[in-house]
């Protein structure tokens, strides 16, 4: 094993990354609460014409939150985690450290012309896979030189054995690839105009109907599986054990939750469409294996978790513990409200309610943020060589989170279950005993609630944009790396 | 076997991008071998009804709106018959969506009137007090984009051989052919409707974005 010393690190990509983790953090988040408050009060939709209204921000708000926050700070912590488990420095090669430069501008050129297009409204309409074909193509070119860099990168290690974390960035590349390239097969329309003088930005999926939706699901899903999960879990693997100074809990539950993961994760799409007119045997696995997922799912939670055994004490001494370990207990409740909710009986209900955007919320904003924001955290003394700015400010924006995400899934459950039970509802005549209009109006409260959440959320993470902000720029000078636990000034 | 994986990256890569595509491989390829047949008197859409299709989408109605009835007493009361797979055979995209802010709208054009919708689109909550969803006033301002959804009609035809000029189904033609056909269909639409711009707009040859969306969604039933 060789010591950190003799190797320099290079951090210049990673700053790149770490600055639109925050930039596009704020603007995700901010449409988030923008379209919170939208629901419990319709006149704010109409402030900005067509620009702004509930319909044309919600594609911004997830391709922001998903492909600008979250995508930025897995490459952050891919370009620090991968130098340093692989043994080796982006210094060491000029064509690895042109690739990961081209890789970031290129990635940022397309998240600012994702914001213009769905703001005038070029969209192809599938969830998450909004961006029309010529963004597309640009997301294949940086998508490559992430491998071309994951792959050069593994190449030149000094360390044989590759660890865990970059047995899961690796996934995130495969499956992404893989899912991105099958879900976006489209056709654009200008070469069939037959002379009409039609838009060059429109395209037609490759697939009709039931087809397409069963490949929107399977990608829509497992986008949820390879961006919000295993690069999350990518992180924890490395930070936590690192941030602790405790070794992985056990080496065979790794094993078994990673390559369990793997196999299970990608059948779970069907669950999206239940009753709906894909074929009966794809949505009982759909259901059967979401919820087989809870064992590599909790599996990984649990070896984190245990990582901790006998050094919980560290969780009243550092928020930075805190913070991974309450987004290792959002993953589990994540995991667990994910599958019952995939069970056919429970999803007649819970379909198309606010439950949905519940359960996604308290893994993203909870699992994802909370564990993007630890890693940033404890990168940031690293790779500015400063101090943390403020353990204070981390402390308040741990507990303001907490609130808000609590105010947000139990809001959401209740609002769900209710509109899912009003919907089905019929009086002792037989007949629907509510309108759609009523199972609209009892949700003012719980929307009004989850904005307040909501609200909190972007409020904790302005805090932290700022606790960044003042140590790259005046944290107390550190004359060495720290070993484990990250410094921070009260 | 874990460790000797674990330090060769390459059949790592393999094993594992074999272990994520299995899935894929069963589910999809046995579902798109038999391609989705069409139920029995469903035609392709008008160029003007996917010029309404392309509003749809442009303003993400399907963030708030599915079309998909479920197979339950409760959703076939209130939205009409349970939807069928091969209703769906000629949209591309498929428009199902995931979550139902508002109502579904499968089967709206069996139970909703183009002037329901001119008001409605105005000012939801005018039309049905306590709705949440946004007015949409420039939709009777923007005009239509009828030459890119004639591209779209075009590309179906040529590329995916959706039986558009065959006999009983939907005409398509020419550009020419089509864009006079749009207009005419437009100026049905226009006539059940009371603003006098979008009625001057159609009668010039123009067809704002509210006539199209009409159209597409009188035709969902």
Redesign the interface.
Same mark, same amino acid.
């Given at each position: 094993m060789q010591s950190n010393a003799q190797l320099e690190y290079d951090y210049s990509v990673v700053k790149l990354f770490t600055f639109t983790t925050i930039l596009f953090g704020i603007i995700g988040m901010l449409v988030g609460v923008i379209l919170a408050f939208?629901?419990a009060f319709?006149e704010l939709?109409?402030l900005a014409?067509?620009y702004g209204?509930?319909?044309?921000l919600?594609?911004i708000h997830t391709n922001g939150v998903a492909f600008g926050f979250t995508l930025s700070g897995i490459f952050a912590t891919w370009y620090y985690v991968g130098q340093r488990v692989l043994k080796m420095s982006l210094k060491e090669s000029k064509f690895l450290m042109t690739v990961a430069k081209l890789h970031f501008w290129l990635y940022f050129i397309t998240i600012l012309l994702a914001v213009v297009t769905l703001t005038l409204?070029?969209?192809?309409?599938?969830?998450y896979a909004e961006l029309e074909w010529p963004l597309d193509l640009l997301i294949v070119v940086w998508w490559v030189l992430w491998g071309v860099s994951m %792959?050069g990168m593994? #190449?030149m290690r000094r360390e044989?054995?590759?660890y865990v974390s970059v047995?899961y960035y690796?996934?995130s590349f *495969?499956?992404v690839a893989?899912l991105f390239l099958?879900n976006n097969m489209e056709?654009p329309?200008? %070469?069939?105009?037959? #002379?009409?003088?039609?838009?060059a930005m429109?395209s037609?999926?490759?697939?009709?109907?039931?087809?397409?939706? *069963?490949?929107?699901w399977?990608y829509g899903h497992n986008a949820v599986a390879f961006v919000f999960t295993t690069p999350i879990i990518a992180m924890i693997y490395y930070f936590l054990p690192k941030e602790s100074g405790q070794n992985v809990f056990s080496y065979k539950l790794s094993?078994l939750a990673f390559?369990g993961l793997?196999?299970v994760y990608?059948?779970a799409g069907?669950h999206?469409l239940l009753?709906?007119?894909?074929?009966d045997w794809?949505q009982t696995?759909g259901s059967t294996?979401s919820v087989v997922l809870i064992l590599p799912s909790w599996g990984s939670a649990i070896n984190m978790l245990l990582t901790m055994k006998g050094e919980w004490g560290q969780l009243q001494t550092s928020p930075l513990i805190k913070f991974m370990i309450m987004a290792s207990t959002f993953y589990m409740l994540s995991t667990i409200e994910g599958p019952i909710q995939a069970i056919k009986s429970v999803n007649?209900i819970a379909?198309?309610?606010?439950w949905?955007?519940g359960h996604v919320h308290d893994g993203t904003l909870g699992w994802v943020g909370f564990m993007v924001m630890a890693a940033l955290f404890h990168m940031a003394p690293r790779i500015f060589k400063r101090e943390l700015y403020s353990k204070k400010l981390m402390e308040t924006q741990f507990w303001l989170q907490t609130v808000g995400i609590v105010l947000y899934f139990t809001s959401m459950w209740i609002a769900g279950i209710t509109q899912g039970m009003m919907?089905?509802?019929?009086d002792e005549y037989g007949?629907?005993l509510y309108s759609?209009?009523d199972t609209?109006?009892v949700l003012h409260p719980y929307y009004t609630l989850r904005g307040i959440g909501g609200l909190f959320y972007l409020i904790g993470f302005l805090m932290f944009a700022y606790n960044i902000f003042r140590t790259a720029t005046s944290g107390r000078v550190l004359d060495k790396e720290p070993a484990n636990a990250s410094p921070m000034a009260s | 076997m874990f460790h000797w994986l674990e330090q060769r990256p390459f059949f790592f890569a393999v094993m594992l991008f074999a272990t994520i595509a299995f899935a894929g491989i069963i589910e999809i390829i046995p579902d798109f071998a038999k391609a989705s047949q069409p139920t029995v008197g469903t035609k392709p859409h008008t160029v003007l009804e996917l010029a309404g299709r392309q509003v749809y989408i442009k303003d993400s109605c399907n963030a708030c709106h599915s079309q998909l009835i479920r197979p339950f007493k409760s959703e076939t009361d209130r939205y009409g018959m349970y939807s069928l797979s091969g209703e769906y055979a000629y949209d591309r995209p498929f428009l199902w969506g995931s979550k139902r802010t508002g109502p579904d709208l499968h089967r709206v054009g069996n139970y909703r009137t183009t002037e329901w919708h001119e008001n409605h689109m105005l000012a939801p909550a005018e039309v049905v007090p306590g709705s949440i969803m946004p007015k949409y006033p420039h939709m009777f301002t923007n005009t239509a984009d009828i030459a890119t959804a004639y591209a779209n009609a075009n590309t179906q035809k040529s590329v995916f051989g959706v039986p558009y000029d065959k006999d009983g189904m939907t005409k398509l033609g020419s550009w020419e052919e089509a864009k006079a056909q749009a207009l005419e269909d437009a100026k049905k639409v226009a006539a059940d409707m009371k603003n006098q711009s979008v009625k001057d707009a159609v009668a010039n040859g123009q067809v704002p974005e509210i006539v199209a969306l009409i159209a597409y969604l009188n035709s969902l039933k």
């Amino acid at each position: 094993m060789q010591s950190n010393a003799q190797l320099e690190y290079d951090y210049s990509v990673v700053k790149l990354f770490t600055f639109t983790t925050i930039l596009f953090g704020i603007i995700g988040m901010l449409v988030g609460v923008i379209l919170a408050f939208q629901l419990a009060f319709p006149e704010l939709s109409n402030l900005a014409g067509e620009y702004g209204t509930f319909s044309r921000l919600r594609p911004i708000h997830t391709n922001g939150v998903a492909f600008g926050f979250t995508l930025s700070g897995i490459f952050a912590t891919w370009y620090y985690v991968g130098q340093r488990v692989l043994k080796m420095s982006l210094k060491e090669s000029k064509f690895l450290m042109t690739v990961a430069k081209l890789h970031f501008w290129l990635y940022f050129i397309t998240i600012l012309l994702a914001v213009v297009t769905l703001t005038l409204g070029i969209t192809t309409s599938k969830e998450y896979a909004e961006l029309e074909w010529p963004l597309d193509l640009l997301i294949v070119v940086w998508w490559v030189l992430w491998g071309v860099s994951m %792959f050069g990168m593994i #190449g030149m290690r000094r360390e044989r054995t590759i660890y865990v974390s970059v047995w899961y960035y690796m996934s995130s590349f *495969l499956a992404v690839a893989m899912l991105f390239l099958f879900n976006n097969m489209e056709v654009p329309t200008m %070469f069939w105009a037959n #002379g009409a003088p039609s838009s060059a930005m429109h395209s037609i999926s490759m697939y009709a109907g039931t087809n397409d939706a *069963l490949v929107q699901w399977w990608y829509g899903h497992n986008a949820v599986a390879f961006v919000f999960t295993t690069p999350i879990i990518a992180m924890i693997y490395y930070f936590l054990p690192k941030e602790s100074g405790q070794n992985v809990f056990s080496y065979k539950l790794s094993v078994l939750a990673f390559w369990g993961l793997m196999f299970v994760y990608l059948w779970a799409g069907g669950h999206h469409l239940l009753y709906s007119t894909v074929p009966d045997w794809m949505q009982t696995m759909g259901s059967t294996m979401s919820v087989v997922l809870i064992l590599p799912s909790w599996g990984s939670a649990i070896n984190m978790l245990l990582t901790m055994k006998g050094e919980w004490g560290q969780l009243q001494t550092s928020p930075l513990i805190k913070f991974m370990i309450m987004a290792s207990t959002f993953y589990m409740l994540s995991t667990i409200e994910g599958p019952i909710q995939a069970i056919k009986s429970v999803n007649a209900i819970a379909h198309f309610t606010d439950w949905i955007p519940g359960h996604v919320h308290d893994g993203t904003l909870g699992w994802v943020g909370f564990m993007v924001m630890a890693a940033l955290f404890h990168m940031a003394p690293r790779i500015f060589k400063r101090e943390l700015y403020s353990k204070k400010l981390m402390e308040t924006q741990f507990w303001l989170q907490t609130v808000g995400i609590v105010l947000y899934f139990t809001s959401m459950w209740i609002a769900g279950i209710t509109q899912g039970m009003m919907w089905r509802a019929y009086d002792e005549y037989g007949s629907l005993l509510y309108s759609f209009i009523d199972t609209v109006t009892v949700l003012h409260p719980y929307y009004t609630l989850r904005g307040i959440g909501g609200l909190f959320y972007l409020i904790g993470f302005l805090m932290f944009a700022y606790n960044i902000f003042r140590t790259a720029t005046s944290g107390r000078v550190l004359d060495k790396e720290p070993a484990n636990a990250s410094p921070m000034a009260s | 076997m874990f460790h000797w994986l674990e330090q060769r990256p390459f059949f790592f890569a393999v094993m594992l991008f074999a272990t994520i595509a299995f899935a894929g491989i069963i589910e999809i390829i046995p579902d798109f071998a038999k391609a989705s047949q069409p139920t029995v008197g469903t035609k392709p859409h008008t160029v003007l009804e996917l010029a309404g299709r392309q509003v749809y989408i442009k303003d993400s109605c399907n963030a708030c709106h599915s079309q998909l009835i479920r197979p339950f007493k409760s959703e076939t009361d209130r939205y009409g018959m349970y939807s069928l797979s091969g209703e769906y055979a000629y949209d591309r995209p498929f428009l199902w969506g995931s979550k139902r802010t508002g109502p579904d709208l499968h089967r709206v054009g069996n139970y909703r009137t183009t002037e329901w919708h001119e008001n409605h689109m105005l000012a939801p909550a005018e039309v049905v007090p306590g709705s949440i969803m946004p007015k949409y006033p420039h939709m009777f301002t923007n005009t239509a984009d009828i030459a890119t959804a004639y591209a779209n009609a075009n590309t179906q035809k040529s590329v995916f051989g959706v039986p558009y000029d065959k006999d009983g189904m939907t005409k398509l033609g020419s550009w020419e052919e089509a864009k006079a056909q749009a207009l005419e269909d437009a100026k049905k639409v226009a006539a059940d409707m009371k603003n006098q711009s979008v009625k001057d707009a159609v009668a010039n040859g123009q067809v704002p974005e509210i006539v199209a969306l009409i159209a597409y969604l009188n035709s969902l039933k």
